[in-house]
Every structure is written in C-alpha cells, then in structure tokens.
C-alpha cells in the first residue's frame, strides 16, 4: 500500500476515533452540569463502550494480542482492571487490557501535573512558602514535609513531587502556577492537546475527588510526553536525595538548616522486601488511595528497547502487587517484542504533524532535544542519586525524524538518546 494511503487512513482513524472519544466523554460530564460529575467509584466491570482512540481494538474490553510464532503467552495471573504494555519509541502498542476504561488515577495523575508545570520554572527559583500555599491539601495525603516561612528552590519541590509524591508541594508549585484552579486548567488542557480524551482533572495532586478520572492509555501517553523533558527524565529516576528542613536557632542565636533524605516510593526503582530492583527501570510514576487502589506507569531500557507499562487497580490484594504485575508485563514484553502485531498505537500530541516530509524535523511542544549519539555517562540530580540500571539520557541537539517516505510523526517520535546511568 502507498505510503501516502497509509497516511490518509490512519489521519481518518485518529479523526473518527477522537470524535467517538469526545462522544463517548460528554455524558460523563453531565452535559456541564453544575451539580453532576462522574463518579469516582468504578463499576466492577469495564463499559460496553470505551474510547477508541489509537485502534479499535482499544475500546473493546477484555486483553487485546495478536500473538505471532515465538511470542510468550501472557502471564496468567494479571489482575489490573486495566493494562498497557507499549513501544515507549514507535507508540506500538503490544497488548493491552481495558485500555480506555475509565478509572481513578491516584497520584500517576501527578505526571500530568509535572509534563505541565515543569517548563513554566527555572529549578534554581526560590520560593518562600506561605500559609496559603498549603491550604486544602486533602486529609491524610502524601506529604514530603513542606514548612511554611521556609524557603525552597523549584528542584527541592519538584523532587518533593517525584520521590514521595507529596501532595504539600504540589500544591506549592500549583500557587506558583498561578493557583489551584488554573493548574487544573491548565493540566485538562493540556490532556486534551495529548489526545488524553479518557481524563477529567479535579485536583493536580491526583487525590481522590469526585469526577477525577484517567485511564491507561491516558497515563501512558502523560509518561511519554514527560519523557521527553530532561528534567522530568532526571526526577523520575531518582532514587535518593536530600530535602531541606526547618531553619533552627542554636544558644547563641545563630541559624541553621538541616536536611533530611527522603527515597522514591516507586519499588521497581528501590527494591523492598518482597520485591527487587527491576533491571532498567528508569521511572516512571506510582499511586494509591482508596478510590483508586493502586496504580503505576514505568519505563523501562533493555537491549535498546523502550517499554512503557501501565498497571491499575490490581484485584490481589498482596503487597506490592501493582509492582509484580508491572515486572511480569515488563518481562514479557521484553520477550515479545518483534514477535507480535500491534494492537494499537500511542498517538501524538495534536500539534505534531502526522504528514512530515522526508528530512523533516519535529518535536514535541516542550521537549527538550536529542543528539543524534547516545551520550557515554551523565551526572545524577542535584542533590540525589540516579536510578539504578538504565535511565533515560539527558541530552542536547534536535529530534531527527528520519524515514524513506512520508511517514507518521507518532511512529517517528522517538524518546532521547538512551545512555546507562548506574548508582
């Protein structure tokens, strides 16, 4: 089939299926009603019709494969309501369950948050937090310890986000940002500029509110943008850093300022007791509340494959199950790479052109540039370690696209230049 036909029918398949997306949502929204919203209990079972944004076969319920000679069965004891294992690099999907169906995210929601905050401060911008800045922070939320009348630069706070996901400087960053309300503007914005059509923001902090929705595509496509900015790569991978404390007076009257270390809460990054270190992990983003249950987007390297993995809401309820069932998808994705058909795509952000030329260059709104050579080494965060095994690369130059015909910007929108980063 021509490349230019190729091009013409997925343009229509993307167009129909954000249109039947669209559809598929406005009920949910009440028809704008000021006093109705989804609701934050999911049913126990998927709905008949889900979105089909990125292939057909992604609204259907159920685990979607199409296994080819050689490929691994899945594993059989997956209990996630909803499930995605994906080509973080050429947006194939390789199999998915329950993609669209649409759930609670707890704080995965908070790499939408950083995918759109991040840009807007210098990490070496000073803060001093006030009263307000911590107002309304839901009851028993994550914290990381955020004192008011002390001051904090922009990577204290952005490493408050990704390491113990804490709510206090979400919330921070969001008066920042112009206050609360216009940081869920902002970040519902820019959900739909992803074609992320599944999800409704209440809150940036991802704590459970009525109406607060996403689903694992959507998660998914939050990771891959943030991917692509060499500071969120930088915080997600981030196993350990120091965070600042309170500013003490000794006897004599003189100030001092202690610190404290604070650790990811992502265990596929850290390891625990029942769980090890996933080889390559680099990130991504871990949640629980009680709507929600647990849930978790990853990224992971291997023999110079890119996988991003989507888990929520697994049914077992053992420890660190999100975790397990990630690894498994991971392991088996891993193996079935080149040995199964996609079953759908990620699509791209909505200002790419999916029509570039041959020798056309793109990136996506905010990312920063990949050289054309993977880089030897890189230092770790400020402040922190690297996490362990592979890492995503932080880099410089421009997003080559580079094909022999015209070709889509979402099967070309590669991830930076990988390189190992080891603890």
Not at 131 to 157: F, P, Q, R
Not at 252 to 260: E, L, Q
Not at 313 to 334: I, S
Not at 349 to 366: E, K, L, W
């Amino acid at each position: 089939m021509p490349a230019t036909e190729k091009t013409a029918k997925r343009s229509l398949l993307v167009t129909s299926a954000t249109l039947l997306s669209l559809s598929l949502a406005a009920p949910a929204f009440a028809d704008a009603s000021p006093t109705a919203s989804p609701t934050t209990t999911p049913s126990a079972t998927p709905p008949a019709n889900m979105s089909t944004v990125g292939g057909e076969r992604l609204g259907q319920a159920g685990t979607q494969v199409n296994l080819g000679t050689g490929a691994p069965v899945l594993p059989k004891d997956l209990t996630a309501r909803s499930w995605i294992v994906a080509d973080a690099e050429s947006g194939d999907i390789l199999a998915a369950h329950n993609a669209h169906w649409r759930l609670p995210p707890a704080s995965t929601l908070k790499m939408l948050f950083a995918d759109t905050v991040l840009p807007k401060f210098p990490k070496t911008m000073k803060h001093k937090v006030v009263s307000s800045d911590l107002a309304g922070i839901g009851a028993g939320s994550s914290m990381v310890g955020i004192k008011e009348n002390e001051t904090y630069t922009v990577h204290d706070l952005w490493l408050g986000v990704f390491l113990r996901s804490g709510n206090d400087a979400v919330h921070v960053l969001s008066q920042m940002n112009e206050g609360i309300d216009q940081t869920v503007k902002d970040m519902q914005a820019h959900a739909e500029e992803l074609q992320a059509l599944d999800t409704h923001v209440v809150s940036p902090d991802g704590y459970d509110a009525k109406g607060q929705l996403s689903s694992a595509y959507d998660l998914t496509l939050f990771a891959r943008s943030g991917l692509q900015k060499k500071d969120f790569r930088e915080y997600c991978s981030t196993v350990r850093a120091e965070f600042p404390g309170e500013t003490t007076k000794n006897e004599k009257g003189k100030t001092d300022r202690g610190s404290f270390e604070i650790q990811n809460t992502n265990r596929l990054l850290t390891g625990d007791s029942d769980i090890s270190t996933y080889q390559g992990i680099a990130g991504v983003k871990n949640g629980n509340t009680t709507n929600a249950g647990a849930t978790f987007t990853g990224v992971a390297e291997r023999d110079g494959k890119v996988l991003l993995v989507t888990v929520m809401n697994p049914e077992k309820n053992e420890h660190n199950e999100v975790y397990k069932e990630t690894a498994k998808l991971f392991d088996w994705g891993f193996q079935a790479t080149g040995n199964v058909e996609p079953v759908g795509e990620l699509v791209p952000p909505r200002s790419i052109d999916t029509t570039a030329q041959p020798g056309a260059s793109a990136s996506s709104p905010g990312a920063d540039d990949a050289s054309p050579k993977p880089v030897a080494a890189a230092s770790a965060a400020k402040g922190g370690s690297s996490g362990i095994g592979m890492a995503l690369a932080i880099t410089g130059g421009s997003l080559v696209l580079l094909a022999a015909g015209v070709f889509l910007v979402n099967r070309r929108w590669p991830l930076p230049d990988l390189m190992r980063r080891r603890r």
